[in-house]
C-alpha cells in the first residue's frame, strides 16, 4: 500500500507540473515576448542634444494612445526614401541613432528614417501585443507616406529580431520598396517549439508572428541578414523565411556573428545601402 501511495503522489506531482508550468508560461508570455524598455526625460533630452538632426515624433494610434520616437531626413534635398524601423522585443529604439542620426554622414546618406518605439517602451504609450504592433506599423506607413521630404513611393521596412515580423506583416498589407529582415524568424510558434519542445505551444502562444505564412504571396525585394552564431533565434528559421519569400531576394550571412553584434560586422551597412539604393532606381 505504500508503494502504491507513492505512485499516486508521482502522478500528483507529474499532473501539477504537466499542468501547472504550461499555465504560468501561457500568463507570462506577455512579458516574455515584450520586454519593454522606458525612456527617462532626462535620457531624451541628451537625444535631442546629441542628434539635433532627429526629430522628435509622435502620432496617435487608432485607440488615441501615443506613439513615440524620432524622424531623421535630409535637408535641403527633394524627395527622399524613407525607411520604418521595427526593433527587437528588448529594444529602446533611439540606439539607432548611432548609425542613422546625421542623414549626411550616417551610414544611409540621402535616406530618411522612422524610429518609432513600440506600445509600452521608450515613451510610447499601451501596452504591446502583436495585433497592436500591426496596426501601429499601418498607421505609421500611411502617415509617413504625407510627410513632408518624404517619397511616397520609396518606402522600405526595416524588421530586427522581433521587429521582423512586424515588418513582414506590414509588407502583406501595404506597397514597400523593399524589406530589410535582421535575425528574422519563420514564425514565433517554430522558435517556441524550439525551446519548449514539450510544450503545446501551438495553442499556448497568444501572438504568433506567422510570417512564413505571408512569404509565399510577398513580392517586394527582400534582403535578409541572417546571424551565422545565433544563438537567440536559430540560423535555420531565417533560412525558412528566406526560402518561402517569393519576390526577389538576397541573402547575407554574417559569419561568426551572435544575435547583437551584426552590426559591427563591416559588410553590413555596406549591404544595407546597396539594398537601399537599388530599390530607389
Known amino acids: 500500500m505504500a508503494g502504491e501511495g507513492l505512485f499516486v503522489a508521482a502522478l500528483k506531482i507529474a499532473a501539477a507540473v504537466a499542468i501547472g508550468l504550461p499555465l504560468v508560461l501561457y500568463l507570462a508570455q506577455d512579458s516574455l515576448i515584450f520586454y519593454r524598455q522606458p525612456l527617462a526625460e532626462a535620457r531624451s533630452a541628451q537625444i535631442a542634444r546629441a542628434f539635433p538632426a532627429a526629430q522628435a515624433f509622435a502620432l496617435a494610434a487608432s485607440d488615441g494612445s501615443q506613439l513615440r520616437g524620432w524622424l531623421v531626413r535630409p535637408h535641403d534635398t527633394g524627395p527622399v526614401p524613407l525607411v520604418l524601423y521595427f526593433g527587437g522585443n528588448a529594444e529602446e529604439v533611439s540606439w539607432m541613432l548611432e548609425a542613422v542620426g546625421d542623414p549626411v554622414r550616417g551610414e544611409t546618406p540621402g535616406v530618411a528614417w522612422l524610429l518609432v518605439n513600440y506600445r509600452g517602451y521608450g ?159
Open 123 to 281: 515613451m510610447s504609450e499601451g501596452a504591446p501585443s502583436e495585433s497592436a504592433l500591426a496596426g501601429d506599423a499601418l498607421a505609421l506607413y500611411d502617415h509617413a507616406r504625407r510627410l513632408p521630404g518624404i517619397d511616397a513611393g520609396s518606402l522600405f521596412a526595416f524588421g530586427r529580431s522581433l521587429g521582423s515580423g512586424v515588418a513582414v506583416a506590414l509588407a502583406a498589407e501595404r506597397a514597400l520598396r523593399g524589406v530589410v529582415l535582421v535575425n528574422p524568424y519563420d514564425s514565433l510558434v517554430a522558435v517556441a517549439r524550439h525551446y519548449y519542445p514539450y510544450l503545446p505551444v501551438s495553442w499556448m502562444l497568444k501572438h504568433r508572428f506567422d510570417s512564413i505564412g505571408r512569404a509565399p504571396a510577398l513580392r517586394a525585394p527582400l534582403l535578409c541578414v541572417i546571424a551565422e552564431r545565433d544563438e537567440v533565434i536559430p540560423p535555420q528559421h531565417g533560412e525558412r523565411l528566406f526560402g518561402a519569400w517569393a519576390g526577389p531576394k538576397r541573402k547575407l550571412l554574417l559569419a561568426g556573428a551572435g544575435h547583437n553584434d551584426g552590426d559591427t560586422a563591416p559588410q553590413f551597412w555596406p549591404e544595407v545601402r546597396a539594398f537601399l539604393a537599388a530599390g530607389v532606381q
